[in-house]
C-alpha cells in the first residue's frame, strides 16, 4: 500500500481555508470554524436543544444549503411548532427538513450534484451508527459539515458512540439552562450564546 505524502511545514501554514460567514453572535461564541468537519451538540431535554439547533441551522444557511435530518421526532406537530417558531421560512430556500432519514438514504442524498453542504442529525442516538460506520461517513463526506445533535448524560453527551464523537469533533457545544456554550479547537470569545431570555432567566432564578 503506497504511503501518504507527508505535509511540509509551509504548505500547511499557507493553507487556505473555506470558513464560515456567521452573524456577531455566533462568531462569539464560535470563533471562525470552517465549512466542513464534525460537530456535537448535547444538553438535557427543556433546556432550549431545539431551539438553539435550529437558530443555527438559520445561520448557517449563509454559508451553504442546509439539511436538517429530524430522524427522533419526525415531521411532526412539535418540529412544526419550532420551525415557526424560529421563523424557517426566512431561509426556506437554503434549508430543508428530513423526515427520519436513515443513514444509508442520507449517504445517497450526499452522493448526488448540489447536495447540502450542512447536515444536522437528530439525534445521534437514533442513528444506529456504531464508531466504524461513524468514521466512514465522515471519511467519505470529509467536505461537508455535519452537526450531531445527542442527549446528555448529566453534563455529558449519553451513550459511548457520543462521547467519542464529542472528543472526535472540532466544535462542541453544551445546551443548559437556555444557554449554548462551547467547547472549541478554533478559537472564539467563549461567550455563552443565550437562545430564549425568558427561559435563561427562569433558569438562573432556580439554580440561585
Given at each position: 500500500?503506497?504511503?501518504?505524502?507527508?505535509?511540509?511545514?509551509?504548505?500547511?501554514?499557507?493553507?487556505?481555508?473555506?470558513?464560515?460567514?456567521?452573524?456577531?453572535?455566533?462568531?462569539?461564541?464560535?470563533?471562525?470554524?470552517?465549512?466542513?468537519?464534525?460537530?456535537?451538540?448535547?444538553?438535557?431535554?427543556?433546556?432550549?436543544?431545539?431551539?438553539?439547533?435550529?437558530?443555527?441551522?438559520?445561520?448557517?444557511?449563509?454559508?451553504?444549503?442546509?439539511?436538517?435530518?429530524?430522524?427522533?421526532?419526525?415531521?411532526?406537530?412539535?418540529?412544526?411548532?419550532?420551525?415557526?417558531?424560529?421563523n424557517m421560512q426566512e431561509v426556506k430556500s437554503r434549508?430543508?427538513?428530513?423526515?427520519?432519514?436513515?443513514?444509508?438514504?442520507?449517504?445517497e442524498r450526499l452522493r448526488r450534484k448540489k447536495s447540502?453542504?450542512?447536515?444536522?442529525?437528530?439525534?445521534?442516538?437514533?442513528?444506529?451508527?456504531?464508531?466504524?460506520?461513524?468514521?466512514?461517513?465522515?471519511?467519505?463526506?470529509?467536505?461537508?459539515?455535519?452537526?450531531?445533535?445527542?442527549?446528555?448524560?448529566?453534563?455529558?453527551?449519553?451513550?459511548?458512540?457520543?462521547?467519542?464523537?464529542?472528543?472526535?469533533?472540532?466544535?462542541?457545544?453544551?445546551?443548559?439552562?437556555?444557554?449554548?456554550?462551547?467547547?472549541?479547537?478554533?478559537?472564539?470569545?467563549?461567550?455563552?450564546?443565550?437562545?430564549?431570555?425568558?427561559?435563561?432567566?427562569?433558569?438562573?432564578?432556580?439554580?440561585?
Amino acid at each position: 500500500m503506497a504511503v501518504k505524502r507527508a505535509v511540509s511545514v509551509d504548505e500547511i501554514t499557507k493553507k487556505k481555508f473555506k470558513e464560515l460567514e456567521l452573524p456577531p453572535e455566533f462568531k462569539k461564541l464560535l470563533g471562525t470554524p470552517e465549512c466542513s468537519g464534525i460537530w456535537i451538540i448535547w444538553g438535557e431535554s427543556f433546556n432550549g436543544k431545539t431551539g438553539f439547533s435550529l437558530q443555527l441551522a438559520k445561520a448557517l444557511t449563509l454559508s451553504g444549503k442546509v439539511f436538517y435530518n429530524t430522524l427522533e421526532e419526525g415531521a411532526r406537530k412539535s418540529m412544526q411548532n419550532a420551525i415557526v417558531a424560529q421563523n424557517m421560512q426566512e431561509v426556506k430556500s437554503r434549508f430543508t427538513i428530513g423526515n427520519r432519514e436513515g443513514i444509508d438514504d442520507l449517504k445517497e442524498r450526499l452522493r448526488r450534484k448540489k447536495s447540502p453542504d450542512i447536515i444536522f442529525i437528530d439525534s445521534l442516538q437514533y442513528t444506529g451508527l456504531n464508531k466504524k460506520e461513524y468514521k466512514l461517513l465522515k471519511e467519505e463526506f470529509h467536505n461537508k459539515l455535519f452537526i450531531f445533535i445527542s442527549h446528555a448524560d448529566g453534563k455529558n453527551p449519553e451513550g459511548s458512540l457520543a462521547k467519542f464523537v464529542k472528543y472526535d469533533a472540532d466544535v462542541k457545544i453544551r445546551v443548559e439552562g437556555y444557554r449554548a456554550m462551547c467547547l472549541s479547537r478554533l478559537g472564539g470569545d467563549k461567550e455563552p450564546y443565550t437562545i430564549w431570555e425568558q427561559g435563561a432567566a427562569q433558569f438562573d432564578l432556580k439554580i440561585k
